[in-house]
């Protein structure tokens, strides 16, 4: 997405600079030195949005030399590229490379030509998730065309949803869930495969683990199902439950915990009263991104939420009758 076709709104703020004695660097991963390779031709649009676990920007630079001390103080950083070319350190990074940071790392970067990427800055260091198991410095991650495609969706719809918002109160209510969902679409690209493989006759702590979280579920009643809180009820990390559920169920824990989510929101559905909307039971069960929803709600069961929510009311009014 083109940072030009969004829009400035209360929850998402855009900067534009076309000229470099008024440019100035933003400081999500560190302060560096940017040199244009054609001051003529300089342009650069950057779109920020914060979130409750962290900072996101996504920036459409300029062909340039670049020179810094990338990286945070906590937390870990990632850069996750749209369309990008550059020699960093002396290595060649393209589109289909997410480069993670943890720390600080020196970088010298030769763009030649206007790059445009996002970068991510998280308050947690994410190791409670598997992600780049490494102390300090700076990792680049080959990736494959449909997890980064799904991963560049979901910033698109959500930076979409930022500029269409002026209610930073609705905005912040949707925070948990897109964070989720941005966090199931990392955990495919930044866990190491061999980090979703259950031990060898491990089967039936995990078959005990995913009874205790089935539990757990249930007791959360209507409340969104969030991976992090569940594994904090469980006692134990969000990595260890993603293994268990990929041992006994055969898919994610994202994956699980949607379907679970999606069955949730179609019980309402079939028994709520007159009152209630596809809309406010989908964000109610932590779906924010309506359009997936409703395909992927379509695909579970065989008709449109609409279609179920009609025939609840239709039924509940042919039971009403004397």
């Known amino acids: 997405m083109p940072v030009d076709r969004l829009k400035p709104s209360r929850v998402l703020n855009i900067e534009r600079f076309s000229d470099f004695s008024e440019f100035r660097a933003n400081e999500v991963l560190g302060l560096g030195t940017s040199t244009p390779l054609r001051p003529r031709e300089f342009s650069l649009s950057r779109a920020i949005l914060p979130l409750q676990n962290g900072l996101f920007v996504l920036q459409r630079a300029f062909a340039r030399r670049y020179e810094a001390e990338m990286g ?16 960093a350190n002396g290595r060649e990074v393209d589109s289909s490379t997410i480069a993670v940071v943890r720390g600080k790392a020196p970088v010298l970067s030769i763009e030649h030509q206007p790059n445009t990427y996002l970068m991510l800055r ?3 260091d994410m190791r409670h998730r598997g992600w780049a198991d490494f102390d300090t410095g700076l990792a680049y991650i080959h990736t494959q065309d449909d997890p980064m495609a799904r991963l560049r969706a979901i910033f698109v719809e959500m930076l979409a949803l930022a500029s269409a918002c002026d209610d930073p109160r609705r905005f912040e209510a949707l925070n948990r869930p897109i964070q989720e969902t941005l966090l199931a679409a990392l955990d495919a690209i930044l866990l190491p495969t061999g980090a979703r493989t259950a031990r060898p006759r491990s089967f039936d702590k995990h078959r005990k683990l995913i009874a205790q979280l089935d539990e757990i579920v249930e007791l959360f009643g209507s409340k969104p199902l969030y991976s992090d809180d569940l594994a904090t009820a469980l006692g134990v990390s969000a990595r260890t439950l993603q293994i268990a559920t990929q041992a006994v169920h055969g898919v994610s824990l994202h994956h699980y915990l949607r379907l679970k989510r999606m069955w949730a929101v179609r019980v309402q559905l079939m028994t709520g009263g007159s009152g209630l909307t596809v809309k406010a039971a989908a964000i109610g069960n932590g779906f924010w991104h309506l359009g997936d929803f409703a395909m992927s709600y379509r695909r ?4 449109t939420p609409s279609e179920t929510l009609a025939r609840g009311r239709h039924s509940a009014g042919t039971t009403a009758r004397p």
């Open 72 to 87: 945070t103080d906590s937390g870990i950083g990632l850069v996750v590229p749209f369309a990008f070319h550059s020699i």
């Open 122 to 124: 998280f308050n947690s």
């Open 300 to 303: 579970a069961f065989g008709e």
